[in-house]
């Protein structure tokens, strides 16, 4: 069966990048949630998460990240989201997220905040 | 942004099953277009609606799947109106506006999300017709 969300993994020195493609919903946030999840519990300090192929989210998207993010403090790592478009974007400005969760325009500046010490 | 005049149906049936939402969003941005909403407000609309129909899934059928909501959309004075019906649960108040969510929070979301992407939220119960939620939009143009 193929997956409700496919979800691309990137393993780079210091961190891992993942990137879902498609909507997350309550249909797919359980899966999406699945492969953060096993991300940080595998050990990964620092995730980042590519959101340009992410059409769609709403608020189980939301949830899951919000919990991956306070997971990720509990073992002083850290979870980065990149290049949300400007409606998943605007979902995570409506919501006050964008204060609360490591928001970047694109993988570059990302990655640059990941370099830094 | 004119008004398209290709044919839509602006009846949608879908079942209480998360797996039909996405047909449902692709429904809605297609009558969104047809009532010739402007891209946010077209976005806004089938956002809103996401929100309400999970929240139907959930709450009004209690999770039970393949149960029936029915969408219909149509512009009035100046406005797009979306209704949803159900026949589960008596929604009551169960889309009123929530206070915005706290920072870190495991919930409520939703409710908040819904409320500010549309100008209107509206919702009536009857036993014979049960639960219908009318988002409503400001723009478009009649077809």
Redesign the interface.
């Given at each position: 069966m193929p997956a409700r969300l496919p979800v691309e993994v990137e393993s780079l020195p210091g961190c891992t990048i993942l990137r879902p493609a498609g909507e997350i919903d309550c249909h797919t946030a359980p899966e999406f949630r699945s492969r953060l999840l096993a991300q940080l519990e595998g050990g990964t300090a620092s995730l980042l998460v590519d959101l340009s192929g992410v059409s769609f989210i709403d608020s189980s998207g939301l949830r899951v990240l919000v919990e991956c993010h306070k997971l990720a403090h509990q073992s002083a790592g850290r979870v980065r989201l990149f290049a949300p478009s400007a409606e998943v974007g605007e979902i995570l400005r409506l919501t006050r997220l964008d204060s609360v969760l490591e928001l970047h325009p694109s993988r570059d500046a990302a990655l640059a905040q990941e370099a830094r010490p | 942004m004119s008004a398209v005049n290709s044919a839509v149906d602006l009846r949608f049936e879908m079942r209480s099953d998360?797996?039909d939402?996405?047909r449902a969003?692709a429904w809605i941005a297609r009558v969104a277009e047809h009532f010739g909403l402007e891209p946010r407000a077209g976005?806004a609309l089938?956002?809103a609606a996401?929100?309400a129909l999970?929240n139907v899934?959930?709450h009004s059928y209690g999770g039970r799947e393949g149960l029936p909501i029915l969408l219909n959309c149509v512009h009035r004075r100046g406005r797009v109106l979306l209704a949803i019906r159900d026949y589960g649960r008596k929604a009551r108040g169960a889309f009123r506006r929530p206070r915005?969510?706290a920072?870190?929070?495991?919930?409520a979301?939703?409710l908040?999300?819904l409320h500010?992407?549309v100008d209107r939220v509206r919702v009536d119960h009857t036993p014979e017709e049960g639960n219908i939620l009318t988002l409503t939009v400001n723009g478009g143009e009649p077809s």
């Open positions: - | 998360a797996a939402l996405s969003r976005f089938k956002a996401s929100e999970s899934i959930r915005p969510p920072p870190h929070a495991d919930s979301y939703g908040w999300i500010c992407l």
